[in-house]
């Protein structure tokens, strides 16, 4: 039986109806092992949601499993630290930065897939 695409997303929205709880994912993070680390795009998430790196040199290898064009950028408030271009459904490709210790929010930038649910975060310490 196939998924029911549309009842996932309203899901996740009503996850991000509760920004204050920022528990929409409560799996442990996902630790960055030598520098890279793999990020899956969705229709309309972003796997993993929460990462974890030491300062340093990050790769993100992205892949775009959803049916439209998705992005990955990294920001660090209105400072994009790495991103790449729209991939299209089936598409990968990889986003490079160098990140400080702090705190960083991974986005896609397309329509409102942020508020649908692509969302996460990287925190470097
Ligand atoms: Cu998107």
Request: charged share 25%; net charge positive; hydrophobic share 40%.
């Amino acid at each position: 039986m196939p998924r029911p695409r549309h009842l996932t997303a309203v899901a996740l929205a009503a996850a991000v109806a509760l920004p204050a709880a920022g528990c929409a994912d409560d799996s442990p993070p996902t630790r960055v092992r030598d520098g890279r680390v793999k990020v899956t795009l969705d229709d309309f998430s972003i796997a993993p949601q929460r990462i974890r790196a030491r300062p340093g040199r990050v790769t993100f290898e992205v892949v775009n499993r959803g049916a439209v064009g998705h992005t990955l950028r990294v920001m660090r408030g209105e400072r994009e630290v790495a991103g790449l271009k729209t991939l299209q459904p089936g598409a990968s490709g990889t986003a490079t930065g160098r990140f400080a210790k702090g705190d960083y929010d991974l986005v896609c930038v397309l329509g409102n897939h942020d508020v649908l649910g692509m969302y996460g975060t990287l925190t470097v310490r």
